[in-house]
């Protein structure tokens, strides 16, 4: 049975612009962010609070995140990587904050200049003084199905990363294809495994990059083991700087289209959204990669 509801978790504002080679000015983002709103999406991470010479892109976050937080109904979910970006997102007011954890020390090292057990014990106090704030906590663990470095992942070291992150008390996981290797089988084969190791479907969302064009099918896979919160990024916009090979995020267009086919409700405006992404996509200077933006805007 397919679920009859689901919450996109918009990523574009901070997956999708952390990789951009030009600078984009704070002003578009903040249209960005009102309009992917405007378009009926609810959950929208807005920036990240890691150290700006890490990010450059997302340096902006302090005169960002305000023009945005004032969007009512909108949740706007926000990274931090220690508890120096914590202390950031409350000074602003931020409501909701996500620690990004990593599956293979690898990507640890790469994204976090920590072994995989130095940057749990760093994500601990952060996320216990986040839910003592009355956060609500998103927990990502990256390179769930595959390290550009260290190949396979095995599922108990994910499984292993999962466990840790809700005995912190994360409210919901986030189970990242960073380099976009996943195949329907192998999340399904992730997603039992977490069950079986007490981790419930319904702390776990997933997020899939569409390197090897996979990200739908994947996604169809979890909605069949009963997911119901998928990560996408207006227009296919997407990367992690810190991953060799990470391409764009699923295109929450794309995304769209075959959740209206499955009369599966969102409450997202396609045509809204595919407006927004074409929009954004001459603020870039290049065409959306997403193939329902594409299709849709030049009927
Ligand atoms: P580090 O160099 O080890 O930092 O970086 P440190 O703890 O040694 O501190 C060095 C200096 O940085 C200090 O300043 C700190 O105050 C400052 P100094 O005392 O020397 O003047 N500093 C900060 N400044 C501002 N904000 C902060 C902050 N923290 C320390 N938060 C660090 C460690 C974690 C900071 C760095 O590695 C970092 O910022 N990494 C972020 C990488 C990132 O954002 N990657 C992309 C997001 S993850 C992703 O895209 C994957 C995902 O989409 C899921 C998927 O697809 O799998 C989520
Ligand atoms: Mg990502």
Redo the contacts with the bound molecule.
Sequence with gaps: DLPARVRIHE?GAR?GL?NEKSTVPTEVKAEFVRRLADAGLTTIEAT?????K??PQ?ADAEQLFPLVSGLEGVHLPV????S??LD?ALALGARRV?V?ASATESFAKA????TLDESLAVFDPVVRRAKDEGLHVRG????CFGDPWEGAVPLHQVARVCKALVAMGCDEL?L???IGVATPGHVLELLSLLNEQGVPTNVLGV?F?DTYGQALANTYAALQHGVTTIDASAGGLGG????RS?TGNLATEDLLWMLRGLGIDTGVDLDRLVATSAWMAEQLGRPSPSRTVRALSHK
Excluded: E, I
Aim: proline share 8%; aromatic share 12%.
């Design positions: 990523v997956d952390q990240s609070f890691v150290h700006p890490w990010v997302l990274l931090v990587p220690n120096r970006g950031r996500a990004f994204n976090l200049n920590r990502y663990v990256s390179m986030s990242g294809d960073t997020h990059h992690c700087p810190y991953a990470a």
